[in-house]
């Protein structure tokens, strides 16, 4: 079993709750980013220094994030050695995908734990040096899901 790598919260304000866990938990912080996916458009920020991160995520609510009208939590991610299988896998495991980067380009889907009240997101590997260079520049690996070899894949 790998690491998660980061935990996500979904936020209507970046900039304040950047400020507050600065304040609470003496974090530092990488430069905020606007993107898009889909029709969605979004801030997001990761915290530096290196695994886990803290991701946060503001956008507006009926996205991909849901209601984000408040902040919360929304996911656990992990990077995952094949990401069509991890999800094939999840889903197997009654653990519904409520959304997927995989259309627009982007190798993650997010999967719906009720037990957990959020999700758990996969990312495929090959994604990881572009997160690296852009959120910790010079840092290292991370570990990831070996899909093949996970005890429960039931396309093994």
Not at 13 to 29: F, S
Not at 148 to 154: F, I, R, S, V
């Amino acid at each position: 079993m790998s690491d998660f790598y980061h935990v996500c919260f979904t936020v209507p304000r970046l900039e304040a709750a950047m400020r507050d866990l600065t304040t609470a938990a003496a974090v530092q912080w990488s430069e905020p980013v606007e993107a898009s996916i889909g029709e969605w458009d979004y801030r997001i920020v990761f915290t530096a220094g290196g695994a886990p991160y803290i991701e946060l995520i503001e956008a507006p609510p009926g996205g991909p994030w849901g209601d984000t009208s408040r902040p919360g939590f929304h996911h656990l991610g992990w990077w995952t050695s094949d990401i069509t299988s991890g999800t094939d896998r999840l889903s197997a495991a009654g653990f519904p995908q409520t959304f997927s980067g995989c259309p627009f380009g982007r190798p993650f889907a997010y999967h719906r734990l009720a037990s957990l009240g959020g999700h758990v997101e996969l990312v495929g590997l090959g994604r990881q040096s572009a997160f690296i260079d852009t959120w910790n520049p010079g840092g290292d690996p991370m570990p990831a899901i070996n899909e093949e070899a996970y005890p429960w894949n039931p396309s093994r």
